[in-house]
T-cell receptor, first 113, second 113 residues
Framework: DADVTQTPRNRITKTGKRIMLECSQT?????MYWYRQDPGLGLRLIYY???????NKGEISDGYSVSRQAQAKFSLSLESAIPNQTALYFC????????????FGPGTRLTVL | AQSVTQLDSQVPVFEEAPVELRCNYS??????LFWYVQYPNQGLQLLLK??????LVKGINGFEAEFNKSQTSFHLRKPSVHISDTAEYFC???????????FGKGTMLLVSP
């Protein structure tokens, strides 16, 4: 089984709808990250969390919110989706105490019509 | 704040030819540098990293990179590419303390027969 899972893998929604993307990990890592990937722009950080009570904004947090429900779960919400938020979204995890490597999930492809 | 520039958005190359993917960074403090690879329809995985020590770093699948502090570069090389190396490659930088990674915009390596 994959260590970092994302649900759903694909989602098509309409402008104005609320949508939640979920990330779960079995690696026992304390740090979790949400990125979006757009063609030609690379990966940009949306939010990150160092533990359940520590949530931080990234480079492009406007229009997004997050929830760290448990050490293993980190959800990204779009309160009112807009077409500009059509992108590939990745969750990543890292053990802040012992490794410098971020481990990525398979991604969620979101289309906002 | 740190930044990363990947000078080529696409690099076409024939199978068994050598390749170099360029990465330059900007930072006022010491850095840690990474190369990640994204195969089609997959998440990112770590290819190699430079934290300290030897400036020539070897990674998976025959790739290597050299950290050049004076030129603020961390170019990725492979002496002979395979069709299976077709993927997008991302250079990333962080500083000691390592709160977040900053990614470049990516370089698509296209290997043809």
């Amino acid at each position: 089984d994959a260590d970092v899972t994302q649900t759903p893998r694909n989602r098509i929604t309409k402008t104005g709808k609320r949508i939640m993307l979920e990330c779960s990990q079995t690696k026992g890592h304390d740090r979790m990250y949400w990125y979006r990937q757009d063609p030609g722009l690379g990966l940009r950080l949306i939010y990150y969390s160092f533990d359940v009570k520590d949530i931080n904004k990234g480079e492009i947090s406007d229009g997004y919110s997050v929830s760290r429900q448990a050490q293993a779960k980190f959800s990204l919400s779009l309160e009112s989706a807009i077409p500009n938020q059509t992108a590939l979204y990745f969750c990543a995890t890292r053990d802040g105490f012992s490794t410098d490597t971020q481990y990525f999930g398979p991604g969620t492809r979101l289309t906002v019509l | 704040a740190q930044s990363v520039t990947q000078l080529d958005s696409q690099v076409p190359v024939f199978e068994e030819a050598p390749v170099e993917l360029r990465c330059n960074y900007s930072s006022s403090v010491s850095v840690y540098l990474f190369w990640y690879v994204q195969y089609p329809n997959q998440g990112l995985q770590l290819l190699l990293k430079y934290l300290s020590g030897s400036t020539l770093v070897k990674g998976i699948n025959g790739f290597e990179a050299e950290f050049n502090k004076s030129q603020t570069s961390f170019h990725l090389r492979k002496p002979s590419v395979h069709i299976s190396d077709t993927a997008e490659y991302f250079c990333a930088v962080t500083t000691s303390g390592y709160s977040t990674l900053t990614f470049g915009k990516g370089t698509m390596l296209l290997v043809s027969p």
